[in-house]
């Protein structure tokens, strides 16, 4: 018996209206708002300039450390009493860490979003920092860095970022920094970090209905004791795509999978083809629909699946392919991709193909800027990047106007298979040979 299916066509993208965003100065620092009318949850977000970007060289992972810290109590209250206290609002405190910003949030009813603001200042300007503490979440952090390095795959992603962008850069190191980094770190790497990104104001995100809430009152409690001002931001960081091929081997004896990461340098996040990029990654690796998947998973079947796209931080990109395969099928599967991604880049995309990008990636605006939390999310991007506040009003419509030529034209500029750095994480004794034999680049040591 022989089952034929026939995929179904894109649907329409359903419409979404972006809320209106307010920005004002209060307090010392800035606040970004959006108007969410008779919703009763509220989101506040505390947005610092601190991501991972602003660790220095051989600190790697203290922001993470610190974010863990600050659970461990304030100046005022210890561990349990501050917890109960937020426990008491029916809340938690939300910490994230990028290589652009360090966020800490609350979601609330709209009536408990001031005392939710004052315990999540409490917690980032006064943190109690006991040395005691400070090394027990370290230890911790460490700990859980060395589990997950023991699996395939952060191995391989960090020797491909140090390839691409150097390990003597912060930006060519892991974002959370590796298991011998993070135990490196002392109290004070943690208490300096603070003392140099965490008292500065920074921006707070509102997400709510904006006729319950006072922004001003909010301002004045997220930005109390607060100094300093803005900080130099940086440009864009013009990495050169290096010409020529090569594949790195990071020997995993006996290992039974290859774990593949393929990458080179692309452009940062607010880049003027962005919608363009992102919509060719989207055809050639970034759906379950996309031609890598397409040609790996279901017609050669060496993987349960294989993902390549565009991300991109304030100052820097990247293109990038991750994928595991059977040891025997490394060197094939690592020719087909190579060669999906040549044809993209020469070839561009058609139009049946980016229909399906268009409506998918449209349409999943609809459902995904629907939440407060969401909401919130979104107004950090426009801050982060620097982008106007109807961005994400226009971006369904500039999403869905990308016309074949803008997306074959973005394919063809910012894709690099020449310049692909291979890495190979698996039994090196098992596939250098036919690595070799693939004349796909140079096999390194990693």
């Known amino acids: 018996m022989t089952l034929i299916a026939t995929r179904p066509g894109p649907g329409a993208a359903r419409a979404y209206r972006f809320p209106q965003v307010v920005r004002r100065s209060a307090a010392g620092g800035q606040v970004v708002a959006a108007h969410l009318p008779g919703q009763n949850l509220a989101v506040a977000l505390l947005l610092l300039d601190a991501g991972a970007g602003r660790e220095p060289v051989g600190k790697e992972g203290v922001g993470a450390v610190l974010a863990k810290a600050l659970e461990e109590g304030t100046a005022q209250r210890d561990a349990t009493a501050y917890a109960l206290a937020v426990e008491g609002l029916g809340t938690e405190l939300v910490t994230g860490l990028d290589w652009d910003s360090f966020q800490v949030s609350v979601q609330v009813p709209v009536d408990r979003l001031t005392a939710a603001v004052e315990l999540l200042a409490e917690a980032v300007r006064t943190p109690r920092l006991d040395p005691a503490d400070v090394r027990r979440v370290r230890d911790d952090e460490a700990t859980a860095l060395r589990m997950d390095w023991a699996n395939p795959g952060p191995r391989a992603d960090a020797v491909l970022r140090a390839d691409l962008y150097g390990a003597g850069n912060r930006w060519g190191r892991p974002m959370y920094g590796d298991p011998d980094s993070v135990a490196a770190l002392d109290v004070d790497d943690v208490t300096v970090f603070h003392s140099e990104w965490f008292i500065r104001p ?3 995100v509102v997400a709510g209905d904006l006729d319950r809430i006072d922004l001003d009152a909010l301002a004045s409690v997220a930005f109390a004791g607060t100094a300093g001002g803005a900080v130099e931001r940086g440009a ?3 990495v050169q795509v290096r010409p020529g091929r ?6 995993r004896p006996g ?4 774990t593949l990461r ?4 692309a452009p940062y996040r607010a880049h003027p083809d962005h919608v363009p990029m992102t919509l060719a990654g989207t055809v050639l690796g970034g759906a379950f629909t996309s031609r890598l998947n397409h040609l790996i998973r279901e017609v050669r079947g060496y993987t349960y699946g294989i993902r390549g796209d565009f991300g991109s931080s304030r100052r820097f990109g990247r293109f990038a392919v991750s994928s595991g395969v059977q040891t025997a099928v490394t060197a094939p599967a690592l020719v087909e991709a190579v060669g999906e991604i040549t044809r993209t880049q020469a070839g561009g995309v058609t139009e049946d193909e ?6 998918w990636r449209a349409g999943q605006l609809s459902v995904e800027l629907q939440s407060p939390r969401a909401i919130a999310s979104a107004l950090t991007t426009l801050v982060v990047h620097d982008l106007p506040d109807d961005y994400h009003a226009r971006l369904r419509e500039e999403l869905l ?6 997306v074959s034209a973005a394919a063809a500029t910012h894709l690099h298979p020449e310049a692909l750095t291979l890495v190979v994480e698996g039994d090196a004794a098992a596939i250098r040979d036919d690595l070799t034999a693939a004349g796909l680049g140079e096999v390194l040591a990693g």
Not at 255 to 258: E, H, Y
Not at 354 to 359: K, Y
């Open 236 to 238: 864009p960081i013009e």
């Open 202 to 204: 920074g921006t707070l």
């Open 246 to 251: 090569r594949i790195i081997l990071v020997d």
């Open 401 to 406: 106007a990308a016309d074949v030529e803008q």
């Open 262 to 265: 393929l990458g080179h340098p």
């Open 354 to 359: 980016l229909a399906v990008a268009r409506s």
């Open 255 to 258: 290992s039974v999978q290859s």
